[in-house]
């Protein structure tokens, strides 16, 4: 099969912020001619699904701004700069949750967004769950909520869980469930 | 449980582009601080899930600019100003594709990015296939692939397949099948 690959002729860096970045580089298609891409550039991320011994999942509610309301997620965080993910998840749990978990496997990586935006998110399983304490970032406020999986499928029903890593994350534990791997 | 919504003070618009818009917001967070959000507007998009009559996924291979390679996704698109979500999905399984499909169901809808983007996406079900003609985009090169389930997910291990929404559909697929539902 021939390659699709798009060739950059040009490129504008519109933004360069805190969190992201936005560039528009002129391309070549494989026929030839010329079109635009508006690309975003994220560090990237991790997410966990966390369960607990009385087979809860682990989420925390939070206003995310970008969607206007509150949303039921699963525990998740930016990457530092050439952080380890499985460090990241660990950390991010911790912050968010006070949860230190002893037994850590990974689950999947996935691009959320590969029409625009390179983020990546590596998604972590974590067991065996310790109650430690709770450290937000400053500008970071959520608050811990525990569900079983009918009650996470209630959440995904209501829009209050609505976004892809955390139902992808649900879906993964009801796979493994039925396959007797949880 | 208290509101964590954080208003916007200010905000500034850094770009307007064909298809995603980038907006910088001064906000309250809940403890009367302040904070700035990054925050990317898109139209939304739609996803399909179509299974052929000889149990396959019908996926299609692209190259993805922001990825800087070549993936295998299930058929997707963006939704056209006040389109239905619906018809958005039969039109562009049928542009990427050339399938129409007589038999839809709605799966889920889910954001993204919603840590700095309103992408929200709808995926369907599509069964009862048919064979058309391919219509693509000027600007759109993409080739059809079908797989079996142990075929996707292999591809889910070599990362041709890498991004949330189409692994999101394979996990969903297997669910069914685990549960007779297809």
Redo the contacts between chains.
Sequence with gaps: ?S????K?LAKET??N????D?E??T?S???G?E??????F?PG?VAVLAITDDDKIVTV???????KK??V?IP?G?LEPNEDPLLCAKRELEEETGIIASTWSKL????????????L?HVYLAEDLQEGSVNLD??E???REDYTLDESKSL?DSLDI????T??AI??W??RK??GQA
């Design positions: 099969m390659s699709f690959e798009e950059t519109i933004y912020g805190r969190i992201i936005l528009v580089h391309v298609l494989p026929n001619k079109s635009t891409r508006e690309l975003v994220h991320a509610r939070q206003y995310r701004k970008a969607l509150e949303v997620e998740a930016k999947h990586s996935f691009y959320t967004s590969p029409g625009f935006a390179d983020e998110v400053e500008d406020f959520v608050s995904i609505h976004d892809a890593k139902i992808y879906l993964m009801e796979l039925l396959k």
